[in-house]
């Protein structure tokens, strides 16, 4: 069965994020650790969270892996992107790992 990792990166009080740094170097370097295990994955900007209301989170990666081995093996690769996490953001992002079920 498929599993996801989700990264969620929350916006509260005198948090920061660059966008650009993440975009173009944090996600390359996601790739060149994670990438061989990965079947797909999607970022998503907020923009919104409804109408008339400011988003909640910065952003939310979602990773899918065709299956638990797969994203243990990612994962063991992974340490890097966490102490990356200084050149973006100064966000103690959440995790939520998955079922995919639809």
Known sequence: MAVSVQVIYPITEGTTFDYDYYADKHMKLVDETMGPHLQSMVVTKGL???PDTP??????????????????????????????????????????????IA
């Open 48 to 50: 919104a969270g409804g």
């Open 55 to 100: 988003p909640d989170f910065f952003a939310v990666a979602t990773f899918v892996f065709a299956d638990e081995a797969a994203m243990n093996a990612a994962l063991a690769n992974s340490g890097a992107l966490g102490e990356d996490l200084v050149n973006f953001t100064n966000v103690a992002p959440k995790f939520l790992i998955g079922a995919v």
